[in-house]
T-cell receptor, first 115, second 113 residues
């Protein structure tokens, strides 16, 4: 069965520091991969997605993610964190070829930003 | 466009009561889904639909019913509420024309006492 692992439940970084959030997936083929962000009390917003092609994808708000097939990973990065980035981040996968209305989510990483 | 709308925003039910969570989208998306979000568990798929008249079960369907009589609406029914259904519920829609990107509603926070 497909699964998504986000090993870090909670991360704290200083404003201006770099950030990397980890995501590993378990699936036989290359799935569609997504990162979502959820601010407190809000719905989910798509940061970026990977379907195929260039393994480094750029998203909104200065985020990027790199797909590494050999490691089954899709880690999210940002070179310089802003206080407004404090939120919960979810990695998600969907089967290759469609069914993206059936996302499988990781358990989330809560990001705190220190001044 | 209003996007994906959900009502109500908050609801408190007693055990055994039934209710319907409403979800509507005005983007003419063919796909719609319901997820529940629980602390430490991420979002889990309850039911989904690939078009009007077509629904299917997700990962955690027990205790919930759905129907899709129109493209716009995808209500989620709780048949007999249980405390284990206390959660935040999100509706989402997507379309092949936008590379299946899912658009999420603002959520409904449900408490069952």
């Amino acid at each position: 069965a497909q699964s998504v692992t986000q090993p870090d439940i909670h991360i704290t970084v200083s404003e201006g520091a770099s950030l990397e959030l980890r995501c590993n997936y378990s699936y036989g083929a290359t799935p569609y991969l997504f990162w979502y962000v959820q601010s407190p009390g809000q719905g989910l917003q798509l940061l970026l997605k990977y379907f195929s092609g260039d393994t480094l994808v750029q998203g909104i708000k200065g985020f990027e993610a790199e797909f590494k097939r050999s490691q089954s990973s899709f880690n999210l990065r940002k070179p310089s964190v802003h206080w407004s980035d404090a939120a919960e981040y979810f990695c998600a996968v969907a089967p290759y070829g469609g069914a993206t209305n059936k996302l499988i989510f990781g358990t989330g990483t809560l990001l705190a930003v220190q001044p | 466009n209003a996007g994906v709308t959900q009502t109500p925003k908050f609801q408190v039910l007693k055990t055994g009561q039934s209710m319907t969570l409403q979800c509507a989208q005005d983007m003419n998306h063919e796909y719609m889904s319901w997820y529940r979000q629980d602390p430490g568990m991420g979002l889990r798929l309850i039911h989904y639909s690939v078009g009007a008249g077509i629904t299917d079960q997700g990962e955690v369907p027990n205790g919930y019913n759905v129907s899709r009589s129109t493209t716009e609406d995808f209500p989620l029914r709780l048949l007999s509420a249980a405390p284990s259904q206390t959660s935040v519920y999100f509706c989402a829609s997507s379309t092949r024309d936008r590379n299946y990107e899912q658009y999420f509603g603002p959520g409904t926070r449900l408490t069952v006492t």
